[in-house]
Structure formats: structure tokens, C-alpha cells
């Protein structure tokens, strides 16, 4: 019934850390004991079922329930590392954020009600809970609707650490003044293809659908959630962010974040010739792997863990956005709180012949204001 106040890592210790997030992660959480009369809301598969994208809406959707029922708390579970959650609980690495880390048997133990998602979209039977007791919210709840109405809360709660701001504007601010102008707008362009280019797809794909093949379709299956993305979705893009006057006087400058190095040269094969491009690996070292043959145990396996948490602090640092068909970019663009930002997504979001794109309505995923 009492708690003491944990002091967050420096980004150096975390650099240097060979601990498993979770175990970073609760340095940086309250140690915190509920009376029988707390009560509480979890998703037990955080840090377990998704990756960093993934993880922020659950985490969202987690805020927005405790706000619309006062007293009751958010509880993240800390599950037993065993190598093989791919990413954990990234998000406590990510996010200055302070919340209660609980063994997760002892959630499973004292939870009074467990709702599951019914689907990849928004789930609007969510707001009939009554969010009276101990409850467990299962799902990938991926969709802006889940937390749309209490957006303030969430992004007061969901602030980048602030080491991770400073680094990421250093880097803004140096593509800034290599090209001879503080007054450039920097857009963010996320570019993901290795888990959808056709001849990577089984490999990665693989575990996931034995666990769900409603969701992710037959083993060996060639089809992927999303489609690839091609040059013809960033030339349209590029061209409806320079439309408007959006980017001022001077022309845009694109700060391209790509997953891979593979990523990195298709991109500089591939990119429009008249646009103004640079590259963050070129500022912050691509230390990703993507190793052939890897499975899902071990796909997208770093070789340092702040790689994707600077990227993505990176990407919410800029002036506006392209995004990619992944969670991990729209988390990009909605982390910037900059009131002006101009931010593209790719539709459809999910590939039609895919099952999850007959099964899914993404009408709702996106904020208003951002451009389809």
C-alpha cells in the first residue's frame, strides 16, 4: 500500500544495457501494491503480441479506458523474458511514462473481466464496459477511434524522454543546416518493404499464422498483410505535400527512415530525381538486421536496442510525414505535436486479397486531417 518512486535509466545505460526490456523497464515504473479495493485495467499480451507499433495502441487504448473510469489505474504485466517476444516492452525504452509494472501471474490471478477484440478495427462494443472491476483488454486496437475522445490524456501520458527529443531535433536541425536554410520543412518518409517484398513473406509470416490463420492465412501462404510499398505511392505523396503551400518557400526536404539496408538502396534507386532527400541513417548508423532465413522469433532482430527508438523519436521530430502501411510510422507522425503537420498514409492499409483486409474497416484508424 505504499510505493517508491524509480528513477528512469540515462539513455547511455540503456545503450550499454544487456538486460531484457522488461527489466529495464520496471526501473523505470513505480513499485506499486493494490489494496483489494483498487482497481485496475491490463492487456496481459503487452509486450507479448506486437511490436513497437503495436504496442502504442495498446498502451493508448489502456489510458483512454482508465480515463472514462476514474480511480481505476493502468498496470503494465511484466512477463518472464524467454526470448521470444521480438520487441517486449519497448515502449517503457521509448516513453518518459510512469506506470506500475506487475507480475503478469498476478494480474492473470486477480482479474475480475476479460474482453477480447473482435476484430482488426475498432471494436465499439469496448464502450459498453463497465470498467468497475479488474479488467483485462486483449487486442491489437489499432484504430485512432479507441482513444479519440480522451486524445489530450494520451498524448500528456505518451511524451517521448526528453534525451531522445533533444537527439532526434539535433539531427533535424543539422539536415536544416547542410542544406543552407532553418526554414526548410523536414518530412518524415518511412519506407518498409522487407517484410512485404514477395520473396521475404513466408519466413516472416510464418509463425504468425500458425498462432492466427483467421487473421494471417495458411502457412507458406506468399500473400501479405500489407502491400509492397513502389515509387508510386511516394511520387504521389511527394507531390501532395508540396501542393497548398504547405511547405513555404522553399521546397520540402525529405529525411527518409528505412528499415533495412536493402531498404536504404531501393530507396536511392528509387526515389523522385527532383525531390530533396537525406537519409538518417547517414546521421544515426542503421544497425538493423534482417537475416535471411530468420523466423518470427528472431525477425527484425537489432543489433543495439535504441535503434528503432531513435528512429522513431527521429520521425515524430519533423515538420510532416509519409507514412508507410505500419504502425510504427503512424506512431511516428501522431508522437509530433507540432499543430501544422502535414501527415500521407497509404490506403488501403491492409491488402485487399489478404484476409485481413476483407475482414478489416480502417475508416476509423486514422486521425481527421490526415490525408489518404
Excluded at 306 to 327: E, K, N, P
Amino acid at each position: 500500500e505504499s510505493g517508491s518512486s524509480g528513477v528512469c535509466p540515462s539513455l547511455e545505460l540503456l545503450e550499454r544495457s544487456s538486460e531484457s526490456s522488461v527489466a529495464v523497464a520496471s526501473s523505470c515504473t513505480r513499485a506499486s501494491f493494490f489494496r483489494d479495493q483498487d482497481k485496475w485495467v491490463t492487456n496481459s499480451r503487452l509486450g507479448v503480441s506486437g511490436m513497437m507499433g503495436n504496442q502504442l495502441f495498446q498502451l493508448a487504448a489502456l489510458i483512454a479506458f482508465a480515463h472514462r473510469h476514474p480511480g481505476m489505474q493502468v498496470v503494465i504485466p511484466d512477463i518472464p523474458w524467454s526470448g521470444r517476444e521480438q520487441e517486449r516492452l519497448r515502449v517503457f525504452e521509448l516513453l518518459a511514462i510512469d506506470l506500475p509494472l506487475m507480475p503478469v501471474r498476478y494480474l492473470q490471478v486477480r482479474v475480475q473481466s476479460t474482453w477480447v477484440e473482435r476484430h482488426f478495427h475498432y471494436d465499439e462494443q469496448l464502450e459498453e464496459m463497465e470498467g468497475d472491476v479488474n479488467t483485462d483488454l486483449l487486442g491489437r486496437f489499432q484504430s485512432h477511434a479507441y482513444f479519440a475522445d480522451c486524445e489530450e490524456e494520451v498524448r500528456s501520458r505518451m511524451q517521448i524522454r526528453p534525451e531522445l527529443r533533444r537527439r532526434a531535433a539535433a539531427v533535424v536541425s543539422r539536415v536544416r543546416t547542410e542544406l543552407g536554410s532553418q526554414l526548410a520543412k523536414v518530412v518524415s518518409l518511412h519506407v518498409r518493404r522487407g517484410d512485404n517484398v514477395p520473396s521475404e513473406r513466408p519466413k516472416i509470416y510464418d509463425g504468425w499464422r500458425r498462432e492466427a490463420p483467421e487473421l494471417y492465412g495458411q502457412v507458406g501462404d506468399s500473400i501479405a498483410p500489407h502491400l509492397l510499398m513502389d515509387s508510386r505511392y511516394i511520387q504521389r505523396a511527394t507531390a501532395e505535400m508540396e501542393e497548398g503551400g504547405w511547405c513555404g518557400s522553399e521546397p520540402c526536404v525529405y529525411l527518409v527512415f528505412a528499415d533495412t539496408p536493402a531498404d536504404v538502396e531501393w530507396c536511392r534507386q528509387n526515389l523522385p530525381a527532383h525531390v530533396r532527400v537525406k537519409f538518417y541513417s547517414d546521421y544515426v548508423p542503421l544497425m538493423a538486421t534482417w537475416e535471411k532465413g530468420a523466423g518470427v522469433k528472431d525477425h527484425g532482430k537489432r543489433a543495439a536496442p535504441l535503434t528503432d527508438i531513435l528512429d522513431l523519436a527521429g520521425i515524430a521530430a519533423c515538420d510532416g510525414h509519409i507514412v508507410s502501411t505500419s504502425t510504427f510510422s503512424w506512431w511516428g507522425a501522431w508522437l509530433n505535436d507540432k499543430p501544422d503537420k502535414k501527415v500521407i498514409v497509404p490506403t488501403p492499409w491492409f491488402n485487399p486479397q489478404h484476409p485481413m483486409g476483407q475482414q478489416s474497416d480502417t475508416s476509423t484508424m486514422h486521425p481527421r486531417g490526415w490525408t489518404e
